[in-house]
């Protein structure tokens, strides 16, 4: 069974950064794609940044040139590097894993809250 554990999310003021890490468990097929989407209160969960095996990666408009993904596949884990934290950026960050085919083999961890604030 495939288990995604969060850790790094917490308080920061405006202009802060963070770095989120996300740490896979079980059988995982080694072509997927892992990554990172949040979710604001009142708001649809939208895509943040997700990068490939082979080290394709897309953010989201929102946050393109301030955050940065990278995976460790050793260490099975997904991190998020964010710089220059913004108010709104404040929300639930949820990791991501997905392979092939999708429908099937998709997975979300419990989700951690970053909250920008001064």
């Known amino acids: 069974q495939v288990q995604l554990v969060e850790s790094g999310g917490g308080l920061v003021q405006p202009g802060g950064s963070l770095r989120l890490s996300c740490a896979a468990s079980g059988t995982i097929f080694s072509i997927n794609t892992m990554g990172w989407y949040r979710q604001a209160p009142g708001k649809q969960r939208e895509l943040v940044a997700t990068?490939?095996?082979?080290?394709?990666?897309d953010y989201g408009d929102s946050v393109k040139g301030r955050l940065t993904i990278s995976r460790d596949d050793i260490k099975k884990t997904v991190y998020l590097q964010m710089n220059n934290l913004k108010p709104e950026d404040t929300a639930v960050y949820y990791c991501?894993?997905?392979?092939?085919?999708?429908?099937?083999?998709?997975?979300w961890g419990q989700g951690t809250q970053v909250t920008v604030s001064s």
């Open positions: 991501h894993l997905r392979w092939w085919p999708p429908s099937r083999f998709t997975y």
């Open positions: 990068i490939t095996n082979a080290g394709v990666t």
